[in-house]
């Protein structure tokens, strides 16, 4: 079946330094991904759509400056949290599809930043 | 995509069949129905999907009215692995189609 893999699976950082997450399709080819927030207790919320070999199109509302993605290979989406503050703390969640059974998601990133 | 209306939580002894509502009265003609689930930080799981015919996988049921303006997921034989939270989703196919999730329904399954 499909599968996506992310890593790291939780990361602590500094706050002000910038942070990169790796999102990887395994066994298939991916021209779009997904990054999804989600902070406790809450749901996922959409942030922006990863596009092999074009700019990310972000949701309203998140700064594309400070979440910086790019989709270099049809297996790899990349999220980078630059500067980060503690306020950008969450669980960060990739998908791909393949086909007509919906998303794979990825095991998630918990980010927290000191 | 249309949006989706689901209870915020729902209990369920182990064992049971666990069957879980969702309304999408707005839905459109080529949106499908997705039920996915996310246990407690992992990430969601695809669960079963459909477009106006009943589905049954190895996971669980989907029944889907006539008017597709709603539909239940049915968990046969809940067991406690099953607590999460589970997200009925509408939207039309294909893998640009971005997923939008609502706050979906608290399963809780108890001895």
């Known amino acids: 079946g499909a599968v996506v893999s992310q890593h790291p699976s939780w990361v602590i950082c500094k706050s002000g330094t910038s942070v990169k997450i790796e999102c990887r399709s395994l066994d298939f080819q991916a021209t779009t991904m997904f990054w999804y927030r989600q902070f406790p207790k809450q749901s996922l919320m959409l942030m922006a759509t990863s596009n092999e070999g074009s700019k990310a199109t972000y949701e309203q509302g998140v700064e594309k400056d400070k979440f910086l993605i790019n989709h270099a290979s049809l297996t790899l989406s990349t999220l980078t949290v630059t500067s980060a503050h503690p306020e950008d703390s969450s669980f960060y969640i990739c998908?791909?599809?393949?086909?007509?059974?919906?998303?794979?998601f990825g095991s998630g990133t918990r980010l927290t930043v000191v | 995509d249309a949006k989706t209306t689901q209870p915020t939580s729902m209990d369920c002894a182990e064992g049971r069949a666990a069957n879980l509502p969702c309304n999408h009265s707005?839905?459109?003609?080529?949106?499908?129905v997705y039920w996915y689930r996310q246990i407690h930080s992992q990430g969601p799981q695809y669960i079963i999907h459909?477009?106006?015919n009943n589905e049954t996988n190895e996971m669980a049921s989907l029944i889907i009215t006539e008017d597709r303006k709603s539909s239940t997921l049915i968990l046969p034989h809940a067991t406690l692995r099953d607590t999460a939270v589970y997200y009925c989703i509408v939207r039309v196919d294909g893998t640009a189609s971005k997923l939008t999730f609502g706050t979906g329904t608290r399963l809780q399954v108890t001895l």
């Open positions: 998908s791909a599809g393949q086909g007509p059974y919906g998303y794979t």
């Open positions: 459909g477009l106006k």
């Open positions: 707005t839905i459109s003609g080529n949106e499908y």
